[in-house]
Every structure is written in structure tokens, then in C-alpha cells.
């Protein structure tokens, strides 16, 4: 009677589990199930994306007048570093793949401390938006000298006064607000100073429900940061592997398919950054 490991090498690899008849077959099984994962992963993200489309396609104002709260420059460094991760994990598949020990060591330490970097940044950024009260919902309370109690009034009032003040020829009510709080908006523009707000605030009203851009920046860049946080996790866990020389040109499954969760993790910021950040 024949049974499934028939055939097999007794002398296989130790990595090699008993359900599978080859490394080949455990690799391209591994591959295909992290690519799957990798789908939903995308599933799940597609879903907010399609969340930040709907609103900014029925509150164009509040997007537009919202982000200049948020820090380019904080972002743009995000960006770079998360780039730069990107590198370090492919070296380091490259140098499992050919046994370099040391090297793979080097790069995933590495590619840990760009996300230790990065979520540094973060912390910085949320910690900016928590001091000035530019959260979600009702925590949505803008504080300092840069956001007048009108603007914080307006915010809790129902979207639909904001449609109704459109200008007739399908601009926007939108006044310049880059004079949001200080360290997180660009530097304020000659000429929008409003003498009502003791020169400090945007000129005009400010667009309602402002919180709505806010709830997403957090849900969609704290979910990211979660799995940033997870992928720093499965980096630790390849580093104490590696240290032990698991990896080589034999058996480098574990430290391909993180790297591939690390692709996308990285890819997933390149969209955010512009979305959040850039786009007027």
C-alpha cells in the first residue's frame, strides 16, 4: 500500500514538513498561500480606498481644506523610508537565497529600524493632531490660536449647509487654510488674514464636518500602522531565525514571503501619502 511519502528522501531537509513531498512543492505551496493573503490584505485596504473616493467625491472641501493640517514634509520622510526598507528586505532575500549569513542579519536589522523610523514619525504626527484636537467625530475639537470658534462651531453642524453654500458656478467656498497649527501646516500666505479671527485664521467659513477627513486619515493610516507594527514583529522573528543560520540557498521560504507582506506594506503608503497628503 502506497502512502503519501512514498518516495520521499529520507535524508530530506529537516525544514521540510511531513505533508509535502519536496522543498520545491513546500516553497510553491507557501508562495501561493502568501499570495492569497496578500489578496485580501488588498481586499481590505480597497475597501477604504473606496471610502476615501466616495467622501472626497461629496465633500471635495473638506479634503481640500483639511489636509493642509497635515505635515508634507513628516510624510515625504515617511515615504523615503519606507523606500528605503523596501531595498534592505530584497537584499535581504537576495543574501538568504545565497547563504550570506551576516549580510541577511545586516539588512533585516536594517529594514527593522526604517520601520522603527517610521512609526517614530507617526507617533509624532498623531501626537501634533492630539495636541491641536484634529481627531475623529465629536473628539474633533480644533485648538490654539490658528482655528477660530467659528470654524470649531461649524464643524458639528450636518453636511448639508456645506452643499447648500456652494458657489453657483461650481467652485468652492473653500478660503485658503494653510495657516492651520504651527508645525503642521505650511507657513500662512500673505493677504488671507481675517480680521474677524484676529488675523490667524482662514479668511471665510470654514467647511463643515472637517472631522469626516480626519476619521479616515486615522482609520487608514492607523490600520497601515498596525501592519507595519506586525511586519516589525515577523522581521524580529527572521532575525532570531537567521541568527541561528536556518536561512540559506536551501531554505529562505520565511524571509521571501515577509518580504513580500513588507512589499505591500510599502506599497500601501505610497498610496496613502499622496492621497492624504498632496492632492488638493
Known sequence: MSTAHEGRDEHADPHLQHH????????????????????????????LFCAYAVYRANHPEI????????????????????????????MAVRCAQLGQQRRLKQMLAATLLCACVFLGVKGVEYQHKWKHG????????????????????????ETTAATAAAPADGGTT?????????????????????????????????????????????????????HVLAGMVAIVWLLRRSAAGEFGPEYFAPVDFVGL?????DLIWIFLFPLLYLIH
Open 63 to 90: 479634503f481640500a481644506y483639511a489636509h493642509q493640517f497635515l505635515d508634507k514634509t513628516l510624510g515625504g520622510l515617511n515615504t523615503l523610508v519606507l523606500i528605503v526598507s523596501s531595498l534592505t528586505m530584497a
Open 20 to 47: 509535502f513531498g519536496s522543498m520545491a512543492q513546500q516553497y510553491d505551496s507557501g508562495k501561493f498561500g502568501m499570495w492569497l493573503f496578500l489578496v485580501t490584505e488588498v481586499l481590505l485596504f480597497g475597501g
Open 174 to 226: 473653500l478660503p485658503h487654510a494653510a495657516t492651520g497649527p504651527e508645525g503642521l501646516a505650511d507657513r500662512p500666505q500673505a493677504g488671507h488674514g481675517d480680521a474677524a479671527h484676529g488675523g490667524h485664521g482662514p479668511a471665510g467659513p470654514v467647511p463643515r464636518n472637517v472631522h469626516l477627513f480626519f476619521g479616515i486619515y486615522f482609520v487608514m493610516t492607523g490600520l497601515h500602522g498596525i
Open 261 to 265: 507582506y513588507w512589499h505591500l506594506v
Open 134 to 157: 484634529l481627531l475623529w467625530g465629536t473628539r474633533y475639537v480644533p485648538q490654539g490660536e490658528t482655528v477660530s470658534p467659528a470654524a470649531t462651531t461649524a464643524t458639528t453642524v
